[in-house]
């Protein structure tokens, strides 16, 4: 007999929950996942995949454009709005799919309810009226856009939530935020045929960012007639009787669109999970408080993912569920590993981007060597596409070691992810020099700068 129900509930069937269900009843632990709404989380039902569907989707204009230098002719091109959420929807709905036959196969019961924590080891399943007690409790119930309450008519405003899911595509957006959402979207909605104004309140978008990064797509996105406003935030909101929005900004510009998207940052789900029933502390945010190994205050309750407001990415919340599980169920206390972190963009032109940007860097070493290269990829000289590529390796001088690596232009997702293991297995310049080029690419580049273009010496570019 024992003492629990389970050895493990986990609340939130998203990316982290799902993984740590899965493996720990593949272990034959006796797990529960309650999910209240699709299994999936964020990144399949509202958030990566769609997106990458829909980027996909708004690059199509581009392709027939620069088919005509190939020697193609294209016919009038024709968008249909309701095909694409419908075929992106069946394609969710097989993802989701997936993720519960994953948890059934490996022998975790799958609650679908809201659950609440009633005290350490105790968890109210809303739908159905009932409690049970678990060893372990994991929260991961990641978390939501930040709905702005303080912006007077914010109620008019959609989020990311809701573009997936819009009746009809509007004639015009706004696009309040410089952040990953901000811009990924403004792209999006640009490339299906959107008048689209991105407004960000600093001075340059994709704060995080190496600098080039920044400016290299801020630049690719205004060619391509996306108006981008800095400096500048929304102030109020007002709704025409024709339904357009009157969007009052405080440069004391007003813009009149048919939408507003606020991509203003992700607000961890934490209210009304029984966290204070529980003693389980929470942060500046609502966060849910951990120390290294994802553990919360109360020692049998651990929490991964979104929720915890540490990086908001997919697959950061899978690995914190593996170090979860290593550290619970394997013996071998493991902590989430959170340096270079290969990610991407899916802007138009992508970023791809691993290790630290070269102001970072600039900060932390003495001396750094960036070997950075612009150029017009091969594709666009016969489409005749102006927009440039650039590649930026950013060199500790001292060791050689090359700690950031950043890429601007087609697939530079893709590169990223293989850049990524070259500066996680923190490999020196000379060895990219050593790496024979794979011939006629762009990410050839990477292996030719032999010369820095320039040195940055104490902060200072010499
Ligand atoms: P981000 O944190 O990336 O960006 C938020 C943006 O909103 C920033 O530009 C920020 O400005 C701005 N902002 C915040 N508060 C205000 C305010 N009160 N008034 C005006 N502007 C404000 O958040 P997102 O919502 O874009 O994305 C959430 C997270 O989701 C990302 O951090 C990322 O980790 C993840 N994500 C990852 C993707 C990927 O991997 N491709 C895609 C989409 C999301 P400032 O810069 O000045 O702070």
Same mark, same amino acid.
């Given at each position: 007999m024992t003492e629990f129900d389970y050895d493990l509930f986990v609340i939130g069937g998203g990316s982290g929950g799902v993984r740590a269900g899965r493996l720990a009843a593949g272990m034959g632990k006796r797990v529960a996942i309650a999910e209240e709404?699709?299994?999936?989380?964020t990144c399949v039902i509202r958030g990566c995949v769609p997106k990458k569907l829909f980027v996909y989707a708004s690059q199509f204009p581009e392709h027939f454009e620069d088919a005509a230098g190939y020697g193609w002719s294209v016919g009038e091109a024709k968008f249909d709005w309701p095909t694409l959420i419908a075929n992106k929807d069946r394609e969710i709905a097989r993802l989701e799919g997936l993720y519960r036959l994953g948890l059934e196969k490996a022998g975790a019961e799958i609650i679908e309810s809201r659950a609440v924590l009633l005290d350490r080891h105790t968890v109210r399943i809303v739908k159905e009226d009932r409690t049970v007690t678990a060893r372990t409790i994991l929260i991961a119930t990641g978390g939501r856009p =930040? %709905?702005? %309450?303080?912006?007077?008519?914010?109620?008019h405003a959609i989020t990311s939530n809701e573009a997936f899911h819009l009746e009809k595509l509007p004639g015009s957006i706004a696009i309040a935020g410089g952040g990953y959402i901000a811009v990924e979207f403004a792209n999006i909605f640009h490339g299906l045929g959107v008048e689209t104004t991105l407004v960000y309140r600093?001075?340059?978008?994709?704060?995080?960012?190496?600098m080039d990064m920044r400016r290299g797509v801020h630049k690719a996105m205004v060619d391509k007639g996306i108006r981008i406003i800095c400096h500048a935030v929304a102030h109020n909101i007002g709704k025409r009787a024709d339904g357009k929005l009157e969007i009052a900004l405080s440069n004391d510009e007003t813009l009149t669109v048919d939408q507003l998207m606020l991509a203003l940052g992700r607000t961890p789900? =934490?209210?009304?999970?029984?966290l204070e029933q529980a003693g389980v502390e929470t942060g500046t945010v609502g966060e849910i408080v951990v120390d290294?190994?994802?553990?919360?205050?109360?020692?049998?309750i651990y929490a991964i993912g979104d929720v915890t407001n540490r990086v908001q990415l997919t697959p950061v919340a899978i690995h914190e569920a593996m170090c979860f599980i290593d550290t619970v169920f394997r013996d071998k206390p493991t902590t989430p590993d959170f340096d270079a972190i290969a990610t991407a963009v899916f802007s138009q032109p992508e970023i791809g981007t691993v290790g630290l940007s070269e102001e970072d860097a600039a900060k932390r070493f003495d001396e750094l060597e960036i070997y950075r290269a612009e150029f017009r990829p091969m594709r666009h000289t016969l489409s005749g596409r102006q927009e440039k590529m650039i590649m930026k390796l950013v060199v500790?001088?001292? =060791?050689?070691?090359?700690?950031g690596a950043h890429i601007l232009g087609v697939d530079a997702g893709e590169m990223a992810q293989l850049l990524g293991i070259a500066v996680k297995a923190q490999l020196t310049k000379d060895a990219f020099d050593a790496t024979m080029a794979v011939h006629p690419?762009?990410?050839e580049e990477l292996v030719t700068?032999?010369?820095? =273009?320039y040195r940055v010496k104490n902060g200072e570019r010499v």
């Open positions: 709404y699709r299994f999936g989380g =930040t %709905p702005h %309450p303080a912006l007077p008519g914010h109620e600093g001075k340059e978008i994709l704060g995080r960012f190496d789900n =934490t209210e009304g999970l029984g290294d190994y994802s553990r919360t205050n109360v020692d049998n500790d001088a001292a =060791t050689r070691r090359v700690v690419t762009a990410a700068m032999y010369q820095p =273009t």
